[in-house]
């Protein structure tokens, strides 16, 4: 196998779905397994983890029936957008649809009309992110179609939170220091979760006016919502990045104990002596004031190891901290190991082992999802 890979501890992610379960109960747990698992490997953590969830969530159908064609047979829910040509697979892979407009949930209605089968369906409200689902004030609509709709089995209602790991304590201006790594609004665009569950609060009130009594399991909290909102927590929450032990926002209180899964390592694959003056790799971007051991370890940023990290990472080799020196190249990338011993064929540690995904984000000047989102396909999965 490469030397470059992923181990992944399901047992820890079976604790933390536990811990979570713990937290919320009654309500049931949705885990969401969109992405590769959030880079985790969907085909080692969806078979292990599919017996113990009330629900999977994940963001576009080719995933759900990738998860299907594994033999997974909990209710998967589809959170992202669809297209109405792609409803056909809702049936025959049994899925969830979230109907994020009238014309859509018009379309699965006909089609499930026609094809004589029951489709599970929740209604997608907008109540604050403008992505998809119908907002808050044109809901009406939505429910009042959805009640004339015999054929779909209307299972479901929720929304999404735009800010749900902003505590409501902070001012304005500390809110808008926290989203600065992408603050193109005013601060005062930004939404409240607790404005957002009002809204969606509302709309559930229009609901029960119009229908029978019907049991939606209504649901809206994603991470953020999960730690910080109890009151959001309603049927069901949907933790992402939680579940795989990774808290939303650096800030927020540990109240449920969960811890990542993920270490990711590889071996040492050359080891020089590089003379003081010469510079390491593409740009020279480095070089060495003294005479060091300089070495290469077969992992780059086509395997997610991103280039915009270069001359700021730390790896961790024989129990040492090291630091990552010159540019990291597509495959490979080059350490300083100072005058220390380090061998071909020594073991490095790239995430894990005290090498936290928010140092992986801080280096990489982007978030926890996204380092572990981009572990590339060519990182062989390990799963123990
Ligand atoms: C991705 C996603 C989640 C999980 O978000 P986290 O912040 O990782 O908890 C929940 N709900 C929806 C609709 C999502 O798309």
């Not at 998860?67 to 049936?91: W, Y």
């Not at 949907?238 to 390592?265: C, M, Q, S």
């Not at 005479?291 to 024989?318: H, K, L, W």
Request: glycine share 8%; aromatic share 8%; with cysteine.
């Amino acid at each position: 196998m490469r030397p470059t890979y992923l181990q992944v501890d399901l047992a820890q992610l079976k604790q933390n779905l536990e811990n979570i379960r713990a937290h919320v109960a009654p309500a049931k747990v949705l885990v969401v397994l969109k992405a590769n698992a959030y880079g985790h490997g969907v085909d080692g953590v969806a078979p292990f983890i599919a017996p113990f969830a009330d629900y999977i969530g994940v963001a576009i159908v080719e995933e759900a029936i990738h998860l299907r064609k594994m033999g997974i047979a909990t209710p998967i829910l589809v959170m992202g957008g669809t297209l109405p040509g792609q409803l056909p697979d809702f049936f025959e892979y049994d899925l969830t649809l979230a109907a994020s407009s009238l014309d859509l949930l018009t379309a699965a209605e006909q089609l499930a009309a026609s094809t004589r089968k029951r489709l599970k369906t929740h209604l997608k409200i907008d109540t604050g992110m403008e992505r998809i689902g119908v907002r808050e004030y044109e809901a009406e609509a939505l429910i009042e179609k959805s009640l004339s709709c015999s054929h779909l089995e209307i299972e479901g209602i929720f929304t999404h939170f735009a800010n749900s790991e902003i505590m409501e304590s902070k001012t304005m201006e500390s809110i808008s220091l926290l989203i600065a790594d992408g603050a193109h609004s005013p601060s005062d665009s930004i939404v409240k979760a607790s404005l957002q569950l009002e809204r969606f609060q509302e709309v559930l009130s229009i609901y029960e006016r119009r229908s029978e009594p019907h049991p939606l399991i209504r649901h809206t909290a994603n991470s953020g919502a999960t730690l910080l909102m109890p009151e959001s927590h309603y049927d069901m929450v949907r933790p992402g990045v939680l579940f795989y032990g990774v808290y939303p926002a650096r800030d927020i209180e540990r109240t449920i104990d969960v811890k990542p899964a993920l270490t990711w390592k590889s071996q040492v694959v050359y080891s020089k002596i590089t003379l003081p003056g010469r510079g390491v790799s593409y740009g020279s971007l480095w070089q060495a004031e003294a005479e060091s051991r300089i070495v290469t370890v077969p992992c780059g940023y086509a395997d997610g190891y991103f280039r915009r990290m270069t001359n700021q990472p730390r790896v961790i080799i024989n129990g040492k901290s090291y630091p990552q020196v010159g540019r990291i190249c597509m495959d490979q990338f080059m350490v300083n190991a100072g005058l220390d011993d380090v061998k071909v064929g020594d073991e490095v540690t790239l995430l894990g082992n005290g090498i936290a995904p928010e140092e992986l984000a801080d280096w990489a000047g982007t978030n926890e999802y996204e380092v572990m989102t981009n572990i590339s396909a060519r990182v062989p999965r390990v799963f123990v």
